[in-house]
Each structure stands twice: as structure tokens, then as C-alpha cells.
T-cell receptor, first 115, second 115 residues
């Protein structure tokens, strides 16, 4: 079975540009979460979507937005890119709302470099 | 502030030795703790989890201990192998709210296993 798949794997943007990152969860998983991992640090929570509704948002500016589609895939959008947005963006899916037994399964991430 | 942190950023062990990775957390409102392993170029991989009403949980070659009195979490890896070399993160999920996909990660510990 395919795990969580993310695209693109690597991309380079310049300041002020916009980026869209995509995620396909594990088949049957209805919840998708997005995390930002800056080099040398642990992942930081950005968003969670469950059944196409936003269930949680981390401490990120409004330049960050996301959505979930009827097939449970998800997009993360970042506008007006800053140098500090350079990071590994991780998508994680779970079977349902995390209730102990339903752990987050992470994808390999999308490495964004902002020049 | 609220945080999950690690005492030691790096740990070097010999193959066959037991490894202990420590984590301190400051927020008592957590119902669930998880250890993840992250290898270079990959997303975090679930290792083991423990609920806040437990003190110990064992898996295959791994044991997680939770001491709520001193807000301390540890991961013990028995007979450490070179394939265990990675960055290890502890993460917590806090009670309440609507976002079950929100985990707070610690900084991470780099484990290096020497043959």
C-alpha cells in the first residue's frame, strides 16, 4: 500500500512568490495535518483538516492556507514567500481524529528553498 | 512557555549497547506522548506511544517510560544497531480542543551508533 505521498519533493522559489504543496493521504485516512520543519528543529504544527473542515491551526501567519478535497487529498499554500519559509513541509494522515490508536503517518516531505 | 524538550541533543553508542533518549515536557495537559524516528531525507516514523495514564510501555526492542511527577519521558532502545542511527523526537498531544492532529514536538536527539 502506498504511504503518504507529497509533491513536489524539492522546489526553489524566490521571495514574494507563491507556492502550492500537495499531499495524498493513506487510502482510507480522512485526516490530514501539515507541519513545518526548519533545519535542526522538530516539526511545527500548521494545520489539521478532517473531512474537509479545518480542525486546527498553528501559530502561522495568514500567508499560510490549506484545504482538503473530497478525496481527502490536501494542498498547502504559502503566499508572499519569505526567506524564513525555507523548510521541509511535512504532511501526515491518520485514519480519523487522533484518538490514541490512530497515529500520524508522515510523508517524506517537500523541501522548499526560498532565495 | 509550554514546550517539549530534550536534555541531550546528541548521543553516541556502540553497537549492541542499550540507548536511552530523554525528553522533558512542561505542560501537564497532555494525554498522549509519542516517539518518532527520522532518518535523513525521510519524514518522521512512528516508534511507540504511551498514554498519560500509563507509566511504561514496551515494544520490539523499545521501551517508553513516563514519569508524570517530574514531567519526564524516555525512550530505551535495547541492543542498539547501526540502523537505529537517526534523529529521535518526542511529541505530545494536549487534551481538549478540536485538533487531534496537533502534536508538539521536541527539538530532537541525534543518535549515532558505531559498529
Amino acid at each position: 500500500d502506498a504511504g503518504v505521498t507529497q509533491s513536489p519533493t524539492h522546489l526553489i522559489k524566490t521571495r514574494g512568490q507563491h507556492v502550492t504543496l500537495r499531499c495524498s493521504p493513506i487510502s482510507g485516512h480522512k485526516s490530514v495535518s501539515w507541519y513545518q520543519q526548519v533545519l535542526g528543529q522538530g516539526p511545527q504544527f500548521i494545520f489539521q483538516y478532517y473531512e474537509k473542515e479545518e480542525r486546527g491551526r498553528g501559530n502561522f501567519p495568514d500567508r499560510f492556507s490549506a484545504r482538503q478535497f473530497p478525496n481527502y487529498s490536501s494542498e498547502l499554500n504559502v503566499n508572499a514567500l519569505l526567506l524564513g519559509d525555507s523548510a521541509l513541509y511535512l504532511c501526515a494522515s491518520s485514519l480519523e481524529e487522533l484518538s490514541g490508536a490512530n497515529v500520524l503517518t508522515f510523508g517524506a516531505g517537500s523541501r522548499l528553498t526560498v532565495l | 512557555g509550554e514546550s517539549v524538550g530534550l536534555h541531550l541533543p546528541t548521543l553516541s553508542v556502540q553497537e549492541g549497547d542499550n540507548s536511552i533518549i530523554n525528553c522533558a515536557y512542561s505542560n501537564s495537559a497532555s494525554d498522549y506522548f509519542i516517539w518518532y524516528k527520522q532518518e535523513s531525507g525521510k519524514g518522521p516514523q512512528f516508534i511507540i506511544d504511551i498514554r498519560s495514564n500509563m507509566d511504561k510501555r514496551q515494544g520490539q526492542r523499545v521501551t517508553v517510560l513516563l514519569n508524570k511527577t517530574v514531567k519526564h519521558l524516555s525512550l530505551q532502545i535495547a541492543a542498539t544497531q547501526p540502523g537505529d542511527s537517526a534523529v529521535y523526537f518526542c511529541a505530545e498531544r494536549r487534551k481538549g480542543g478540536t485538533s487531534y492532529g496537533k502534536l508538539t514536538f521536541g527539538q530532537g536527539t541525534i543518535l549515532t551508533v558505531h559498529p
